[in-house]
């Protein structure tokens, strides 16, 4: 990649923001700067990471030095600016919902670039979109978001779908990415606010 597509410019800003969201709960267990960049760096390109290989490609976080490059300096940065301990919970919520938002978007457009099909480009959307949170929650020792009641996984198969229908029905790119992404932080943003959850044994 040598020009700065609409869906590499999306793919860069939802690896800023899940670095950031990793590393902020990397602050948040009092990890060294080697453990917040590192929890960073896999929150941002895990999901990728998974993505290129479902669809059989080179990971870009391998051949395209601006992704971890983005992920490094993004989560070394929120190491040495992170808010204060009392605020890092809900930075921690917010920069995840960005990065769902983002992440399930580009991952689904990538699969249907690919030739897969709707139905199947939505299904790596999701993985694209939880498994950096996935990553980040295992290493610091949390209950993965998307394994609690928390509307996460719903959230994230809405922007799939929506960015499916936008691109078929032949919306702006940079456009359909700004409304599906939007679309899935503001439900996830809802979810958290009004704990609404997905149910669970009786």
């Known amino acids: 990649m040598t020009s700065l597509s609409p869906l590499l410019v999306a793919d ?16 948040a267990k ?6 917040v960049v590192f929890v960073g760096f896999t929150a941002a390109l895990g999901g990728g990471i998974m993505r290129d ?3 059989n490609v080179q990971p870009n976080a391998f051949v395209d030095w ?5 992920a490094v300096l993004t989560a070394a940065a929120t190491f040495w600016l992170h808010p204060a301990v009392s605020r890092l919970r809900w930075t921690v919520l917010v920069l995840d919902a960005a990065g769902l938002g983002l992440f399930v978007v580009t991952g689904t457009l990538k699969a249907l670039d690919a030739g897969l099909p709707p139905i ?13 949170g996935l990553a980040r929650d295992l290493l610091t020792g949390e209950i993965p978001s998307v394994l ?3 509307i996460y ?3 994230g198969l809405l922007g799939c779908g929506s960015i499916v229908a936008l691109d078929a029905v032949g919306v702006h790119r940079p456009a359909g990415i700004a409304l599906a ?3 899935t932080f503001v439900l996830r943003m809802i979810a958290i606010r009004r704990n609404w959850s997905a149910p669970t044994p009786s």
Request: charged share 10%; hydrophobic share 60%.
């Open 66 to 70: 601006r992704y971890s490059l983005v």
């Open 148 to 150: 609690r009641r928390e």
């Open 120 to 132: 199947g480009a939505c299904i790596i959307g999701m993985i694209t979109g939880i498994g950096g």
């Open 30 to 35: 009092r990890l060294d700067l080697f453990g």
């Open 153 to 155: 996984a719903v959230a």
């Open 181 to 183: 992404a939007t679309l």
């Open 12 to 27: 860069l800003v939802g690896i800023a923001v899940f670095a950031a969201s990793g590393a902020v709960a990397g602050v």
């Open 53 to 55: 290989v479902f669809v």
